[in-house]
């Protein structure tokens, strides 16, 4: 029983890791295969004119960005639920503590928050919709730092 248990959470110890794993590539757009390389050139999302330049290919371990044309339209859906969770939450906020304002005042609050994270949401939404199709590779990630 205790081998049991010992394996549990020895794969439950793997899962956590790949799951951080992936929340460190997709929030701070990292290369989701070596976690190394940039997705974009000026990390600066509020950079305007820079926020859509991204990378064609990893400059660490060559992973190709984007592996076809129109790859991230998926990432529209990525966008969308960011930004429905985001609004939930605003709305929540809004609910337990200036419910008495009205709705003009969430409507002005849920706009302006949502204008100040669209840079955000449009690269993190691309850095998920990778995520969920490129797999780690930790003995790639030793190679790209300098390893064995």
Same mark, same amino acid.
């Given at each position: 029983?205790?081998? +049991?248990?010992?394996?549990?959470?020895? $794969?439950?110890?793997?899962?956590?890791?790949?799951?951080?794993?992936?929340?460190?590539?997709?929030?701070?757009?990292?290369?989701? #295969?070596?976690?190394?390389?940039?997705?974009? /050139?000026?990390? +600066?999302? @509020?950079?305007?004119?820079?926020?859509? +330049?991204?990378?064609?290919?990893?400059?660490?371990?060559?992973? +190709?960005?984007?592996?076809?044309?129109? @790859?991230?339209?998926?990432?529209?859906?990525?966008? @969308?639920?960011? $930004?429905?969770?985001?609004?939930?939450?605003?709305?929540?906020?809004?609910?337990?503590?200036? !419910?008495?304002?009205?709705?003009?005042?969430?409507?002005?609050?849920? $706009?302006?928050?949502?204008?100040?994270?669209?840079? @955000?949401?449009? #690269? $993190?939404? #691309? /850095?998920? !919709?990778?995520?969920?199709?490129?797999?780690?590779?930790?003995?790639?990630?030793?190679?790209?730092?300098?390893?064995?």
């Amino acid at each position: 029983m205790l081998l +049991n248990l010992s394996r549990r959470f020895t $794969t439950f110890a793997v899962l956590l890791v790949a799951m951080l794993n992936k929340l460190k590539s997709s929030f701070f757009h990292k290369c989701p #295969r070596c976690l190394e390389g940039d997705m974009y /050139a000026d990390m +600066n999302p @509020y950079h305007l004119k820079e926020t859509a +330049n991204m990378y064609t290919h990893c400059p660490k371990c060559n992973l +190709n960005f984007i592996p076809e044309p129109g @790859y991230f339209y998926g990432a529209m859906y990525v966008s @969308y639920a960011f $930004t429905v969770a985001v609004s939930v939450a605003v709305f929540i906020a809004h609910y337990l503590f200036s !419910w008495e304002q009205g709705t003009l005042f969430f409507i002005i609050i849920l $706009t302006i928050v949502l204008a100040a994270l669209a840079p @955000y949401t449009f #690269r $993190t939404s #691309r /850095a998920i !919709w990778l995520n969920f199709f490129i797999k780690y590779d930790p003995e790639l990630r030793k190679k790209v730092l300098g390893g064995s």
